[in-house]
């Protein structure tokens, strides 16, 4: 989990909807603009995107043949052992480790113990909010 899981793509081809890693945060790109600077320049492509856990509004501008680290987004499953509150024991079913999540608001009261729930995993934070 400690290790970053990524791959990389030509920034030029990212399209809305893409996720890419700006300053190490997973993102999903609004918006991709290519310029063509002046006579001698190279054509700069800015990435406008979101963060995905946070919100935040962040952006870059590099050369349009440049690569861009994209996170590898792993949709797994998991048992729901006990309700605490506004978080949820769960345990995953592939290796069986146990890990506590917050409940987003559209799951609140959805829940059950031994119910099976698919959660996502990027750049090792988990979460059971969709990722669309």
Not at 70 to 92: G, S
């Amino acid at each position: 989990m400690n290790r970053l899981e990524k791959t990389t793509a030509v920034i030029k081809n990212l399209k809305k909807g893409h996720f890419i890693l700006i300053e190490g945060v997973p993102c999903r790109v609004e918006s991709v603009t290519s310029s063509k600077s002046g006579k001698h320049g190279a054509s700069k492509t800015r990435v406008e995107a979101i963060g995905l856990f946070d919100g935040r509004r962040r952006s870059i501008v590099k050369p349009s043949d440049d690569t861009v680290d994209v996170p590898i987004i792993l949709k797994k499953r998991a048992q729901v052992l006990a309700l605490l509150a506004d978080r949820v024991q769960l345990m995953d079913l592939s290796d069986y480790s146990m890990f506590e999540l917050e409940i987003p608001e559209e799951l609140k009261g959805k829940l059950n113990p031994g119910d099976e729930v698919p959660y996502f995993e990027v750049a090792g934070i988990r979460t059971l909010k969709p990722l669309k």
